[in-house]
């Protein structure tokens, strides 16, 4: 049933994500692909909106792939699956163990976590660039250059440097966002 | 009930509505992530309505920080239990989430319609791209934060290579599984160099 599924998929997500907004990402992505139930393309619209919107990347996916795929219901579901691990778990640091991170094995376990944090980001990240922009999945893909989408990534890359060189600070993404989205109404 | 908590108990009761209206309108605000919502968490419950001690706070947000979960659900029910017990908690968490709820299930609702025109789809295709830079953006900075001895370095490059690998070769390996071992190596890791300080001091 679809309910429980978009449940249980993001109470796993709600339960593993370390290392904020788009450490979740990765197993989103890994779900809602298994599952058929968006494309990467869909996914990416998702988190374009999703980064545009106040509240929580993870808690916004949450809500935007539920209702695609069930409803209100649907997205009540996922959205409550995915804040319910942290619900609990804070509960309890808070009510009974004061501070988890006094103890040092639970330091060395976060320690391990923080950079796989990082090089999932980077793979996921990597993985779809190559998907969208050389068409390319699986070594048994053909290549599917998508030169627009390579133009309007240098330019965003470049762009958002030289913003950071000159102005001394990131360019907010949702910036970022609507600058890509005049390119992509020209490019393409 | 022990003293304590039956005058957080009592504080609890009148606390509840100013609560719920302070996280509603902080979830409306929060863009661009937890760190974001620490600041005006910051902002609200310590400069403002000084409802909670700085000490707290911060134990607050390097707990938000270090469990799993979005820090700003992490950083809600904390205040919300510290504030007033469960109740607090449950009234917190669910008034951060009910602003972007509402807003991202309407677009939800017209997201597909508003895609048929050309136009919305041509843009979308752009924001693709930049959602990608965002990403990649998102793992540098977290990359260069981050302490860049053998141990990190090994694994970012191990996990990231191995996952793009098994990805182009298809081959299924979830994330928790990465998650979980790599917490394993930490932890692990650990344990080993308090053998050897033991073995070391042992010696002297």
Avoid: H
Avoid at chain 1, 76 to 91: E, K, R
Avoid at chain 1, 170 to 181: E, F, N, R, T, W
Avoid at chain 2, 157 to 165: E, R, T
């Amino acid at each position: 049933m679809i309910y429980l599924k978009l449940f249980l998929s993001f109470l796993e997500v709600g339960a593993v994500s370390f290392g904020g907004g788009y450490g979740m990402i990765s197993l989103i992505r890994e779900k809602a692909l298994a599952y058929g139930w968006l494309t990467e393309g869909e996914l990416l619209n998702f988190i374009g909106v999703a980064e545009s919107t106040p509240g929580p990347i993870a808690v916004n996916m949450a809500t935007f792939v539920g209702s695609s795929q069930g409803g209100f219901l649907g997205s009540l579901c996922a959205t409550a699956g995915v804040v319910l691990p942290s619900f609990i778990i804070i509960l309890l640091i808070a009510s009974l163990v004061s501070n988890l991170l006094k103890y040092k094995p639970v330091r060395a376990f976060l320690s391990g976590v923080r950079p796989c944090v990082v090089g999932l980001i980077f793979s996921t990240g990597v993985t779809m660039l190559i998907s969208k922009l050389a068409g390319v999945s699986s070594l048994t893909d053909k290549l599917v250059p998508d030169t627009g989408g390579a133009i309007i990534f240098a330019v965003i890359a470049l762009g958002s440097i030289i913003y950071t060189k000159i102005a001394k600070k990131k360019p907010s993404p949702i910036l970022l966002i609507g600058i890509s989205a005049l390119f992509g109404i020209v490019v393409y | 009930m022990n003293v304590k908590d039956e005058v957080m108990y009592l504080k609890g009761k009148n606390i509840l509505f100013p609560l719920f209206f302070t996280m509603l309108k902080i979830g409306l605000f929060t863009f661009g992530g937890g760190y974001a919502m620490i600041a005006l968490l910051e902002d609200e419950f310590i400069g403002k309505k000084k409802w909670i001690e700085r000490d707290e706070f911060l134990d607050m947000a390097a707990i938000a920080e270090s469990t799993p979960g979005p820090i700003a659900i992490n950083a809600a029910t904390y205040i919300g239990y510290k504030m007033a017990g469960v109740a607090g908690s449950i009234v917190s968490t669910v008034a951060v989430c009910i602003p972007s709820f509402i807003i991202i299930y309407t677009i939800s609702l017209f997201f597909d319609a508003f895609l048929e025109y050309k136009l919305v789809a041509n843009a979308f295709k752009g924001i693709q791209v930049c959602v990608l830079y965002l990403i990649l953006s998102a793992g540098v900075k977290l990359f260069k934060g981050m302490k860049k001895n053998a141990f990190n370095v090994t694994l970012v490059f191990a996990v990231g290579v191995v996952m793009v690998a098994f990805s182009l070769f298809a081959v299924k390996f979830s994330t928790i599984y990465y998650i979980l071992i790599c917490g394993i190596i930490g932890t692990v890791a650990f344990f080993l160099s308090e053998i050897k300080k033991k073995r070391q001091e042992g010696e002297k």
